[in-house]
């Protein structure tokens, strides 16, 4: 079990880690950091802003076939829009992109999760 002293180390260099990363590696299919200055808002529609804010940071799920999976809306009004990622019209499991929103519509952390190698045929 870890101690307190060992908790606080870790939410700190995981938060410096978040905080110090530049630029989202475009290639990556792994990517969860937050946004250093808000993107302003782009549309009144949560997925439109969200999609236009994945390409707008050259994120992998950008390009990506990507659903919009549902949006959920905190007590302060910020919103996380999901989107769940497809292939050849089925659901990659636990695959997809979520995109946080203050009530404004700035958007303020970015994360994706993507399949990788995924197959040419979705025929067994």
Known sequence: ML??????AFAVATSLALSSRAAP???SPMWTGR?????????????TSA???LHELGLAAA?????????TTLGDGDRFVNFTQRHLGLD???????????????VTLVTQHLG???????KP
């Open 63 to 71: 390009k990506a076939e990507l659903a919009p999976a549902g949006v």
């Open 35 to 47: 946004i250093a200055a808000p993107i302003a808002p782009i549309a009144t529609d949560a997925h």
């Open 92 to 106: 990659v499991l636990g695959a997809g992109a979520t995109v946080r929103m203050t009530a404004r519509g700035e």
């Open 51 to 53: 999609r236009r804010a």
């Open 3 to 8: 101690r307190a002293p060992t908790l606080l």
């Open 116 to 122: 990788r190698a995924l197959p040419a045929s979705a």
């Open 25 to 27: 590696p475009a290639t």
